[in-house]
Every structure is written in structure tokens, then in C-alpha cells.
Nanobody, 126 residues
């Protein structure tokens, strides 16, 4: 059983930066693939970034490539999303997620994730 708690969301001006964190608890002896998703008002939740259990492999949706960086600190049980050059279209609730099976791959499909945080709001003003 894993609990995930996101933090770091807020209001930022277009072109600014923000770093999201996701702290995991309840699973301390092993690490699995994790990812970030987001959901804007009136839209379905979409994939943003994913990372393997060791942090050695990452994957991003095209709209954030070159601007966002996903990373993890397994010693702290924490997942990060560094967001630079933010745009108004990045406005959404951001969720972190974890699987409980795969380690050496990145997972981009929402249905394959087992645990989810409650989300943190990111608002980018123009």
C-alpha cells in the first residue's frame, strides 16, 4: 500500500518556473516506475512525464519536452517535476502516480498505474 502526496503547485506568470514534489510513503524496501499526469478544466487527464524505478530512463509528452524535467530521489522517497518556461496551457491539476510491478521501464498509460496522489493545482497566468 502506497500513499502519494503532491506539493509545490501555485500561481506563476508565463515564462516562470515551478518545481512539484511527490512524497511516497508505505513502500520503503523497493522502488517502481512513476509518472506525472495533469488534468485541465473540461479535459481528460493526460500523460506528462514518466521515470523508471532507478531514475535511469525518462519519457515526456511532446508538449513539455525541453521545458520539464522529471527526476527522483529514492533515498527520500520523492518524485520531482521541474517545470520551466511555463505557458498558460500548462494550467492544470498535476497528479503523481506509481506502479507496483514494473521497475526498468517507463509507463505512459494511465490505466497501468496503481497508486495516485490527490493532485496539486498549477496556474500559469498570461
Amino acid at each position: 500500500q502506497v500513499q502519494l502526496v503532491e506539493s509545490g503547485g501555485g500561481l506563476v506568470q508565463a515564462g516562470g518556473s515551478l518545481r512539484l514534489s511527490c512524497e511516497a510513503s508505505g513502500r520503503t524496501l523497493d522502488t517502481y516506475a512513476m509518472g506525472w499526469f495533469r488534468q485541465a478544466p473540461g479535459k481528460e487527464r493526460e500523460f506528462v512525464a514518466a521515470i523508471s524505478g532507478s531514475g535511469g530512463t525518462t519519457r515526456y509528452t511532446d508538449s513539455v519536452k525541453g521545458r520539464f524535467t522529471i527526476s527522483r530521489d529514492n533515498a527520500k522517497n520523492t518524485l520531482y517535476l521541474q517545470m520551466n518556461s511555463l505557458k498558460p496551457e500548462d494550467t492544470a491539476v498535476y497528479y503523481c502516480a506509481s506502479v507496483n510491478r514494473w521497475k526498468g521501464v517507463v509507463i505512459t498509460t494511465e490505466a497501468l498505474y496503481d497508486y495516485w496522489g490527490r493532485g496539486t493545482q498549477v496556474t500559469v497566468s498570461s
